[in-house]
């Protein structure tokens, strides 16, 4: 049989102050700072001096490939210098698909790195639940237009023509997805009586964010692409 005894010291920090030792600063913040400043520094110097080398050895290589005048040419190279002549080669088959999840990226991209500045900021209390979910949510909604004129600034290099098509992809794909799936889910946690089960309006909340508000801001973002 195993025991033990706590004793309550009462102190003269109030409760709701009780995260400021953590959150506000504490004495050696300096020297973390300082740290992370010295690691950045070696990662650019390390990604400097690779870059050069880098740019030395394949500067001849580039010459010899913007000079290619046939495929015979191309054809006596072996093994990665063959890849250089498809990497800007636009997909064959549907680039919508491709767009639209490049664009998509961005705005997912941009709304985490958003909410990183936020909490660096202090912008966001880690102490409030949900508070982070909800801002990530809402600046995915905002970044909208990102998806849209990424989306079609690619799709353009594509040379594509069904610009229309690719804007709906993009505003409807992967947020459908989710709307979607949630709902789904949802719905089997509503009858098996789960607590994690959210209302029917938090998910209307949602599907209106994301047809009066994202959707929108997508067409916006496509429309300023195509000027």
């Known amino acids: 049989v195993y025991s033990y005894e706590v004793q309550w010291v009462k102190s003269d920090l109030d409760w709701t102050n009780r995260w400021d030792v953590y959150l506000v600063g504490a004495p050696d913040d300096d020297l973390h700072y300082f740290s992370i400043v010295n690691s ?4 650019l110097f390390l990604t400097g001096a690779i870059s050069t080398i880098m740019i030395r050895t394949l500067r001849k290589d580039i010459a010899i490939y913007n000079e290619m005048d046939s495929l015979e040419e191309g054809s006596e190279e072996t093994g990665w210098k063959l890849v250089h002549g498809d990497v800007f080669r636009p997909p064959q088959f549907n680039p ?12 997912i991209g941009l709304a985490f790195v958003l909410a990183m500045l936020s909490a660096m900021l202090k912008l966001l209390n880690p102490l409030q639940k ?6 990530l949510i809402l600046l995915y909604v905002l970044c909208g237009s990102v998806a849209g004129y990424v989306s079609s600034r690619l799709y353009k290099f594509t040379d594509g023509v ?4 690719n804007v709906l992809l993009t505003a409807m794909g992967l947020p459908g997805t ?3 799936v949630f709902a789904v889910l949802n719905i089997f946690l509503t009858f098996a009586g789960a607590a994690t ?14 047809t009066c508000v ?4 997508v067409f916006l973002g496509a429309l300023e692409a195509k000027v």
Do not use: D, E, H, N
């Open 214 to 217: 994202s959707a929108p801001l």
């Open 162 to 165: 069904a610009w229309k098509r």
């Open 197 to 210: 089960a959210v209302s029917f309006w938090l998910i209307l909340a949602l599907f209106l964010l994301w």
């Open 96 to 107: 919508s698909w491709l767009c639209s999840l490049v664009g998509t990226g961005c705005q």
């Open 40 to 43: 950045l520094m070696i990662v």
């Open 178 to 180: 989710f709307v979607s």
């Open 130 to 135: 949900g508070q982070t979910l909800t801002a």
